[in-house]
């Protein structure tokens, strides 16, 4: 191993041999640093051009402001960003609107007396029609307790055009054969 500046730095700072008994590495290094003889010594001077030459690059690093703005580069950046958003408007716009948002809801209906007519209701509420609504095929009547039944009624919806608040309003209008209406199960599509 090559000694350094540094160690001949500090090998010029001791006295005298270090105790082994007390500092055992320190006696192993000061034995391993003399026996290089007058290569210590002269290690010193040839270090001096590598070090002055460190210093002044050290002063040219100085120089450079890091945190400063390039106005060139800045022009260049924005022209280059406005080209990447142009291009990505373009591809956009060619790819055109994306498939629509579709929802499947499943309602459950609640009557207010067991012998409500469940398919007359289920009519009533088939009938509801919107712009991005489409009714399952058929619904089914579920026991509750005591003979009360409740409808279970599916309906495919397009979220932008229908929105479920309104929908279930319009299940609420019945009121002689509604008592509530609940939303089962919301599946995105």
Request: avoid cysteine.
């Amino acid at each position: 191993v090559e000694a350094s500046s540094a160690d001949a730095e500090v090998f010029k700072a001791l006295a005298a041999a270090p105790d082994a008994s007390v500092f055992p590495h320190l006696a192993r290094w000061y034995k391993h640093i003399a026996s290089k003889g007058d290569a210590v010594a002269d290690l010193k001077t040839a270090e001096a051009p590598a070090a002055a030459a460190a210093a002044e690059e050290e002063e040219d690093e100085d120089d450079i402001d890091l945190f400063g703005s390039d106005e060139e580069e800045d022009a260049e950046a924005e022209r280059v960003k406005a080209e990447r958003l142009a291009a990505y408007q373009a591809k956009k716009a060619a790819k055109g609107p994306g498939p629509a948002a579709k929802s499947m809801i499943t309602f459950e209906i609640k009557p207010w007396e067991a012998d409500t007519d469940l398919d007359e209701l289920e009519k009533l509420v088939k009938g509801i029609t919107m712009d991005g609504l489409v009714w399952g095929q058929r619904g089914q009547k579920i026991p509750i307790a005591f003979g009360v039944k409740k409808l279970q009624i599916n309906a495919t919806v397009e979220d932008a055009k229908v929105s479920t608040d309104d929908l279930t309003d319009q299940i609420m209008e019945f009121e002689d054969y509604v008592q509530s209406v609940d939303i089962a199960a919301f599946m995105k599509l």
